[in-house]
């Protein structure tokens, strides 16, 4: 993917997604580190992920988020200081 289809596509979802009340999001540099960090290797991996979500916030709205209101803020601290120290690391 080259910059430009990146900033486009980053863009375009704003756009088309601000109306119904998204809030503005990136491709998540961050999150695709911390997942292949913690082992996923195949594209398929945010997929899954995404089809997790989708299926919780679509069937289970109100359950959904007192179930992800239960994960710790300390994990959710680890995990985003290991995605920035690997991407630290990788600039070297």
């Known amino acids: ?9 980053t ?7 601000a109306p119904f009340g998204a809030m503005p999001m ?3 540099a961050g999150g695709l580190v911390a997942q292949y960090r913690f082992g996923a290797r195949t594209g398929s ?3 899954l ?8 916030g679509l ?9 992800l209101g ?12 290991f995605a920035g120290g690997d991407l630290a690391l990788a600039r070297h």
Do not use: S
Request: charge should be neutral.
């Open 1 to 9: 993917m080259t910059e430009r289809r990146l900033a486009l596509t």
């Open 11 to 17: 863009g375009a979802g704003n756009l088309l997604l």
């Open 26 to 28: 990136c491709h998540g």
């Open 45 to 47: 991996a945010p997929g």
């Open 49 to 56: 992920l995404g089809a997790i979500l989708l299926v919780l």
């Open 59 to 67: 069937g289970f709205a109100g359950d959904a988020a007192a179930l």
């Open 70 to 81: 239960a994960i710790p803020l300390a994990a959710v601290g680890a995990l985003l200081v």
